[in-house]
Each structure stands twice: as C-alpha cells, then as structure tokens.
C-alpha cells in the first residue's frame, strides 16, 4: 500500500513538472511571437500555457497585453484582473490595467490602479505619467500637471511628460509655462512637429502671433502632411488680417481631410472678412451639411448674412444657434447688434442684458450695452456700463473713449477730460485722429477753443476728415477767426460736397466776416435740405445777409419763412419789423414790434424801434410813450436820449447791424 502510493505520487510530480515545461515553452515562444507582433499566434501559445498553469499571473499578464495591442480591451480587462488575483503585490499588473481601465472610458478606475501601482514603486515614471493622463482625461489638470512633474522628476527629459504638461498649462490659461515646456520638447527634439504645433497654439493663445506663425510654419516644414498644422496657419494668418494667405492654409488642410467641418468653418470665416460672401456662405453650409448640430456655424452664417446687408436672415441664423445652445453668449450679442441696427433697440436691450447675466465678464457686452442705452439718450446708465467694461478689464482705448463721449453728453466735461486723457495714454504711439477730435470737442466744451484748434490740427495732420475740418472751423468761429473758419469749411465741402450743415456753418461764417454775398449763396444753397431748428436759423441769416444788402422786402420774407419755421421768436420778428419798416410798411412792423413786446416787455429796441413807425403813421403819443418806454427800460443807454425837435425829421435810428439785436 505505502509502496504504491509513492509510486503514484512520483508519477503526479513527473508529469507536473512536464506540464510546467511545456507551459513555460509555450509562454516563451507567446513572448516570442509577441516581439514579432503576431499576435493571434502569440495568443494562442499563451491561452494553451494557461491550460497548463492556471495559476501563472505572468501569463494572463502576458495574453492581456496581446488583447491590449489588438484593441479587445475587455479581454484584456479579464486578463489583468486574473494577473492581480493571483499576485496582488506586482505593480506592473496595476499598472497595466490602468492603461486598459483608460482604454474603455473608466478613467476613475484608472487613477485607482495607477494610484495602487505607485504605492507598490514610487520610481516608475510611467505609472505618474499614465495616471496624469487620466486625471487630464477627467479634467483635473492641476493633478495631471502634479504627476507630470512627478515623472519629471524621475526623468528631466522626458519629451512626454513636457508635452503633456504644456497642454495642461495651456488648458489652465498659464501660457509662460506652457511655452516654457513646449520650448523644452523642441530643444530635445528638433524634429518633433506636434512639439512646434502645441507651441505655436501656446503662443497664439498669447496673441504672439508672429511667433505663433513661425512655429506653425516649421512644424508644416516638418510634417507636410497634417492638416491640423496647416489650419492652426492658417488660423493664425486669420488672426494677423492676412485672410487671402488663410485660405490658402485652409485649403491644404481641406485637401487632406475633406471631410472635417471645422476647416471649412475656419475658411468660411476667412472669406468672409475677405469680402467672398458667396464662397463664405458656401463653405459654411458644406459644414453644416457634415455636421448640423454646432451652434457656431449657424452663428457664423448669420454673421456673413450681416456683411450682406441681410439682417433678418442674419437673425434667423442666430436664433438657430440660440435653439442648439440658448447659452450662446456670442450669437445672443450679434443678435442683440443686428436688433440695434433695426431700431428694436428695447429687445437688444432685453437680449445684450441676457448675455451679460451668463457672462458678466465679458466687457464688450458691457460696450453694446452702453451703446444701446446712447441710443435711447439713457446717458447715466449708459456710462455706468462703461465703467462696468473697464472695470472688468482689459483697459481698452475704446471704452475710455467711449466713456468721454457719454460723459461729454451729460455736460461732464472734467470727466470726460479725464477718460479721453487716458485713453490717449493705452493709445502710446498709436493714437487715431478721433481720439484728438474727442478731446478737442472737451476743450470746445469747456470754452478752451485755442486748445481745441491744437488737437483737431493734430487730427487733420492725421486723418484730413470733413468732420475734423468742420470742428476746427466752428472752433475759428468762436474765436472770430472767420477767415480760417471759412477755410476750413471749404476744405471739408471739398471732401462731402453740397453738406448742408457745413454750408449753414460756411454761411455763418461768411456773413460775420461781413461777405454777405457768399453768406447768402451758402445759406440759399441749403437751406431746404437742413433739418430742425437750423432751417429757421438759415432763413434768418438770409434775411440778415439782405438786410445788410439793403434788400429789406426779400430780407422780410426770410424773417417771415423763418417766423414759418420755427414760431414767434422775438428776434425773427424783431427783425422783420425793421425790415418792414425800412421798406415803409409800418402797419406790419407795429404789429411784429408789438408781439416782440408782448413776449419781452422790457425790450427797450423793440419800444424804440416801434416809436419811429408809430411817428410815421401819425401816432405821435403812442410814439412819445414808446420813446420814453425805451429810456425808462436802460435809462444809462445815451441812444435812447430822443430830441423830439430832431426826431420828426429822422425816419427811423439804426441802433446795431442786422442781428446785433439778439
């Protein structure tokens, strides 16, 4: 008995120990196979070792990395698993599985296995390294960047963990530190083009575009063949106003992959501010037809409608992007600028405010506000916008400018000096001739019309605009310079001819230069095309301009067409009076000196002036009372001192030239 059961237990061992060897022949040649990448083959080898050695983690681990490299992740899952079972303390087994945990999607349980493998060896880069991508994948990027140091710290030199951790800086906003790690893969490897790629994008994203260009343009010179290299160029060409150069770009990566919308977009944007409407809208729409779910191709397909003049096809579109996404910040703001543009401006108001509630950061809604609010003359709260623009930074020329504007309308002129000053100031170098225009209707505000005349000069040496030359010329006006006033206006009708608000200004300027000829030619020529109140104005600078022609019956048909236009206002039909007096036509003058009287009772001309045609119509006790009326109103004026012995043979006394009454 004891004899037989030895012999049957040697017989059990020798035949384990075949088993053994045969497995472990089989395994080596599945690593074999493995090392030349036949992997089915390498497969089968492993799966008959199994058979034999259930128990080997080393050859699950082994068939799990084949079912890794053909992608049947969760056959490698399987396998990892069983390596783990059966030698919980391998780190390379966690690791691993790690990989394959990333593979599916897990990306939690990837951290978790990567995170037990470094507890197990804390000097395996790859397992820092494998974990921060995951935490990457999750969107952890402080973490990935933790790790990726970590790696680092293992090996200075590793392109991988540098490139990684550059993308995550870059994702975190931290640009000089992303430039810095992309900077470091270059220098260690020169030929790596993703490298130049991800440093152009660093430095894009900085608004080094120049730099941004060269490193696009040499990671094109390295791989020709990557059309995301060539539509990052042309990205950056866009961004540098150089659109025909961009389409070009955008060619070549539509080239080589006809089928991504996203260059299509990109080229559609660049026609478009290329002024190629029709091939932006074709282009865009070839996106849309690849992928019809993105909210930003219908944004931009409004925004070139809009260059088309076509705002409600334009609306149309950014209400499509709005269905997609309803929290499209920027098709609720171009919504909101075509509504202003279609004078809806309470719905722009509604929309921009919509806008600025999901991105109060954002200081051009903030802008569009201000000017929506400027629009409706609501100035204060259109100021405060403004500030709100600056405050959420970054200080530009144009919010300041702005803000000088509106404060200039609500006669703030300190503050709007203030605001102009420093927008001046972002300016350096670079100032635009309206900036100088701002500051010298500050100074015309603030009566400083010689300060106002230096900077308008330095505007017109800048940018020779009408309007310009039309501010300067009213600054010579008030400063009675009426010779370079009239200049001035000339040079600007030469660029906007037959302006009718230049003219009237021209015409004003003519007549008190006392060139009564031209006054009247400016202000005939525009009279029936100014607006408002000047046109009443302009009628009664033609009439002054006959008067001092001594052509009184077609001055008072100037008064009275002023009179027409505007109302009873006492110095048209002050002047009218004089003019019907002087043509004899006292009953009509008593009656304009009288409704003067009546609006301004303690005019003393008006009574003086009326006294002469109540003298000429034979009412002397009316004239005598309306002399004395005279003296008694500014009895220090020596005009008024009558000499009735002298007054019966003077017609009338002429006080002041035409319009020196007012």
């Given amino acids: ?84 079972r059966i030698d919980p303390k391998n780190p390379v087994y966690y690791g691993n599985r790690g990989i394959c945990y990333r593979k599916l999607g897990r990306m939690q349980d990837c951290v978790d296995d990567l995170t037990r493998a470094i507890a197990l060896d804390q000097r395996n880069e790859n397992y820092f390294y494998n974990r921060g991508l995951a935490y990457y994948d999750l969107g952890s990027f402080h973490d990935a960047i933790t790790d990726y140091s970590a ?18 800086y870059r994702r975190l906003g931290q640009r000089d530190k992303s430039i810095r790690d992309f900077k470091k893969v270059t220098d260690l490897d020169a030929g790596n083009a993703a490298a130049f790629n991800n440093l152009g994008l660093a430095y894009y994203d900085d608004r080094q575009y120049d730099t941004a260009l060269a490193n696009f343009q040499h990671a094109v010179s390295l791989d020709n063949n990557n059309p995301f290299h060539f539509n990052n160029l042309g990205m950056t060409l866009y961004a540098k106003g150089l659109f025909e150069e961009a389409i070009e770009s955008f060619n070549t990566a539509i080239e080589t992959q006809p089928e991504n919308s996203n260059y299509y977009y990109n080229r559609g944007n660049a026609l478009r501010d290329a002024g190629r409407l029709e091939e932006s809208l074709a282009d865009i729409d070839r996106a849309l037809s690849i992928v019809p779910t993105i909210g930003a191709y219908y944004h931009a397909k409004g925004l070139t409608y809009e260059e088309m003049g076509e705002a409600h096809k334009a609306l149309d579109q950014f209400d499509l992007a709005l269905q997609l996404d309803p929290n499209y910040v920027s098709a609720l703001y171009h919504k909101a600028l075509i509504l202003r543009v279609i004078q809806r401006s309470s719905l722009a108001l509604s929309i921009i405010s919509q806008a600025i509630s999901l991105d109060p950061n954002d200081r051009r809604l903030y802008e569009s506000k201000a000017i929506i609010l400027s629009d409706q003359r609501r100035f204060h709260e259109a100021h405060d916008c403004y500030s709100q623009a600056i405050r959420v930074g970054p200080e530009t020329v144009a919010d300041y400018h702005h803000r000088a504007q509106t404060a200039l309308s609500l006669a703030q002129p300190e503050s709007a000096m203030q605001d102009i000053d420093r927008a001046i100031q972002i300016a350096g170098d670079d100032v635009e001739a309206n900036l100088y225009n701002t500051r010298a209707l500050v100074w015309k505000a603030l009566d400083r019309f010689d300060k106002a005349i230096q900077d308008l000069t330095l505007a017109v040496d800048k940018s020779p605009l009408s309007e310009f030359l039309f501010n300067r010329g009213i600054c010579y006006h008030e400063l009675e310079r009426y010779k370079k006033a009239v200049k001035d206006y000339t040079a600007a009708l030469e660029l906007k001819p037959d302006d009718s608000l230049t003219l009237y200004r021209r015409g004003l300027s003519y007549f008190y230069a006392r060139r009564h000829h031209h006054a009247l030619e400016d202000m005939t020529r525009c009279v029936l095309r100014i607006e408002g109140g000047k046109r009443a104005d302009c009628f009664y600078h033609m009439g002054l301009a006959l008067s001092c022609l001594k052509r009184h019956a077609d001055a008072a048909q100037s008064f009275a067409q002023a009179i027409r236009t505007r109302g009873n206002y006492p110095p048209f039909l002050h002047e009218r009076a004089k003019a019907y007096q002087l043509v004899g036509e006292h009953e009509h003058a008593l009656d304009d000196f009288t409704a003067v009287i009546a609006l301004q009772p303690d005019n003393a001309r008006a009574h003086f002036r009326r006294a002469f045609s109540y003298k000429a119509l034979g009412h002397f006790t009316d004239a005598a009372e309306d002399f004395e009326r005279a003296r008694q109103i500014e009895p220090d004026n020596p005009q008024y001192a009558v000499n009735y012995k002298m007054i019966s043979k003077t017609e009338c006394i002429e006080l002041v030239e035409p319009g020196d009454d007012l």
């Avoid at 992997?39 to 681990?61: E, G």
């Avoid at 090996?155 to 991988?160: D, L, P, Q």
């Fill in 151 to 168: 790696a680092l710290e293992l090996n200075e030199n590793s392109i991988r963990a540098l490139f990684n951790r550059g993308s995550c």
């Fill in 1 to 84: 008995m004891s004899f037989s059961w030895g012999t049957a237990q040697r017989n059990k061992d020798g035949k384990t120990k075949e088993q053994f060897q045969n497995a472990r022949q089989l395994y080596e040649r599945g690593i074999q196979a493995i090392g030349q990448k036949h992997y089915d083959q390498a497969i089968s080898f492993l799966s008959s070792a199994i058979k034999l050695r259930p128990v080997s983690a080393k050859y699950f681990f082994a068939r799990a990395n084949c079912f890794l490299r053909m992608q049947e992740f969760q056959r490698a899952l399987f396998d990892y698993s069983m390596s783990i």
